[in-house]
């Protein structure tokens, strides 16, 4: 998954690509690199000036049919808000990337009415909204109860069960540490058995336990996507798109060689 941003205050790019001439060349880039997909977001997760619905609508949505005209590949739309997603589905979308957990109530029935793909993805509070300490009885078993809920949530509104994808939410009112937690217990939250998106690319999780900046920790990123991938992490949600491509593919071929050999042991036995 490439992530493209149209906001001016990104947390990695800080507006790099806010030009749309800019924008529409970094896509262009992504795809030529081997993005399966895309992902558009015009509010950032973390604390910024307010932006309002008519004003994601006005970032997202031009994005939206700008990519659809020009790649015939899966677009995803990186918001909370059922009426920018039903928009962004209008426009050529086919995935609604939410970090909220659902907590608009008509996100759910929008995007099942478009029979299109949902991120449930784990959160304590709401986006935006800082969380300095968060707390938790038992940080895992939480994680995957609440996307357990999220999961039973998108069912009963109509989504089917194999546009459903889910993500630990890394960053997202964890602290560093539970970040890392969270990512070693990828294998637990892969037993829900949805796919498992890994969003780790560049965060504060890695730069802040790896005492670095969040411009140099490109060794970090490869590191968690690798760990990840091996504990069943199936979409990898990346800036650096070509390094990211290299290493899904060099892990998917570790993989099936441990598949074949644990098939070989199995028909030995």
């Known amino acids: 998954m490439g992530i493209l941003n149209r906001t001016p205050d990104s947390f990695y790019d800080a507006g790099e690509y806010w030009n749309f001439d800019d924008f529409l060349r970094k896509a262009e880039k992504l795809v030529d690199d081997g993005a399966d997909f895309l992902d558009v977001g015009g509010v950032k997760a973390g604390p910024g000036d307010e932006v309002d619905e008519a004003e994601e609508l006005e970032r997202v949505i031009p994005a939206v049919e700008a990519l659809r005209k020009r790649f015939d590949i899966p677009l995803s739309v990186d918001t909370w808000r059922s009426g920018v997603l039903r928009q962004a589905i209008e426009a050529g979308a086919n995935i609604g990337n939410d970090i909220s957990g659902f907590a608009d109530p008509d996100y759910l029935p929008v995007a099942a009415d478009a029979n299109a793909t949902v991120v449930a993805t784990h959160i304590r509070l709401a ?110 949600r990346a800036h650096d798109v070509r390094a990211a491509r290299r290493l899904c593919d060099i892990m998917s071929d570790i993989l099936h060689v441990q598949d074949r050999q644990r098939s070989a042991r199995s028909t030995q036995d």
Not at 161 to 190: C, F, Y
Request: hydrophobic letters at 45%; one cysteine or more; glycine letters at 6%.
């Open 127 to 236: 986006p935006r909204v800082p969380d300095p300490e968060p707390q938790y009885s038992d940080l895992v078993a939480d994680v995957k109860s609440f996307l357990e809920n999220c999961v039973a949530q998108a069912l009963a509104a109509g989504v089917s069960r194999q546009r459903i994808i889910v993500d630990a939410g890394l960053d997202l009112g964890k602290t560093p540490r539970m970040s890392w937690e969270l990512l070693h217990a990828s294998d637990e939250l892969a037993t829900l058995e949805f796919p498992l998106l890994l969003s780790a690319s560049n965060k504060r999780f890695l730069f802040e336990l790896l005492n670095t900046t969040r411009y140099d920790v490109e060794s970090g990123t490869f590191a968690a996507h690798a760990l990840g991938i091996a504990k069943g992490c199936r979409v990898i």
